[in-house]
């Protein structure tokens, strides 16, 4: 097995509430002729040349970094795809005895801004496309969250707006701004406050909001089936993404929590090239929504995968396994 670093560079820079990036670095296994991508994410904290001497090592799996214990799982679910002469759909859908749903819309996240004209602009862009944006608040600025929220509403009047807080609200802040923001009617509201806090503080924030409060839903908050089983309670719904699961059968996993306790499904993923993302929609049949958008803010992406056609709905590539080719 080959196993190496790439950078991904950023077409601009991309700020959310835990910083502003303008690159990105993805690790790469390959065997057999199949490749499979895991992303690094600076708030997790696996450091990526670190990353890469360890599996080198040869460590056992279960002591490998998040990253690479996504990647490898990743591939060995690509090698038998391929064996089998099929989409990872395929395989996901029988082992779990699951049976593909409706295709949820695509989603398009729009970065902080830092000048509302242009904000402005791109959205009504977006919009003419997709129904279902995102927007990053968490700057620091409540009176620039609100605004942001607020000139997207203006110039997308009819799209759904799923705002992503990152965790950037302090408690004693968040349910002010989601009572405030109510009447730009966003779809969901989600990771309104940090994950360092505990269920007992997201409690709290649950018991001073409105009956009629737009869907709260966690992400970085809940990063198991075991923490969906926790927080089912405490909110609306879940992002499920595969790093954070950590493998592709974790994340079925957290999925099937969900659905069991009647929470929705938010299908994510990191920026990172069309082979991660493209691995990530396979799981898109058993999501409410899928903000599968990593891939558009590279400047340069070197995989073909998921596409989205004029109404913004999700195109599949064909093939086995992931599916995704190298450019």
């Known amino acids: 097995m080959d196993a190496s670093l790439k950078r991904l560079a950023l077409a601009e820079p991309f700020r959310i509430a835990h910083g502003s990036s303008a690159d990105r670095v993805v690790l790469r296994v390959e065997r057999d002729g199949c490749v ?11 450091d990526p040349e670190e990353t890469l001497a360890r599996l080198e090592s040869g460590l056992p799996f279960e002591d490998l970094p998040r990253t690479a214990r996504l990647a490898l799982d990743l591939l060995d679910h690509e090698l038998a795809a391929r064996r089998a002469g099929e989409p990872l759909t395929v395989g ?3 082992r779990f005895s699951l049976s593909p749903g409706r295709v949820p819309p695509g989603c398009r996240s729009l970065g902080i801004p830092s000048d509302l004209e242009e904000f402005s602009r791109r959205v009504a862009d977006l919009s003419r496309q997709f129904r279902v944006l995102k927007l990053k608040l968490g700057s620091g ?6 605004a942001t929220v607020s000139v997207a509403r203006r110039a997308a009047p009819g799209a759904e707006l799923i705002v992503d807080v990152n965790g950037g609200w302090d408690p004693s802040e968040a349910p002010m701004m989601i009572w405030k923001l109510m009447e730009d009617r966003p779809a969901i509201i989600e990771q309104p406050i940090h994950h360092r806090h505990g269920p007992e503080v997201w409690r709290d924030l649950r018991a001073e909001l409105p009956e009629n409060a737009a869907p709260v839903y966690a992400d970085e908050s809940v990063q198991s089936a075991a923490d969906v089983e926790e927080f089912s309670r405490l909110v609306d719904g879940v992002n499920v993404k595969l790093l954070k699961a950590g493998s592709l059968d974790a994340a079925v996993a957290m999925i099937e929590a969900a659905r069991a306790n009647g929470l929705g499904v938010l299908l994510g993923c990191m920026i990172e090239s069309s082979l991660g993302t493209t691995a990530a929609a396979h799981l898109a049949p058993w999501a409410d929504r899928i903000d599968l958008d ?4 590279l400047a340069e992406d070197d995989y073909d995968g998921i596409t989205y056609d ?11 396994g992931i599916g995704a080719l190298r450019r």
């Not at 990593?294 to 803010?297: C, I, M, P, Q």
């Not at 109404?311 to 093939?319: A, E, F, I, K, R």
């Open 141 to 146: 600025d409540l009176g620039l969250d609100l």
């Open 310 to 320: 004029e109404t913004g709905s999700l195109v599949m590539p064909d093939g086995p």
């Open 92 to 94: 996901i859908a029988r």
């Open 36 to 46: 499979a991508e895991a992303p690094f994410v600076p708030y997790y904290g696996d």
């Open 294 to 297: 990593g891939h558009f803010f």
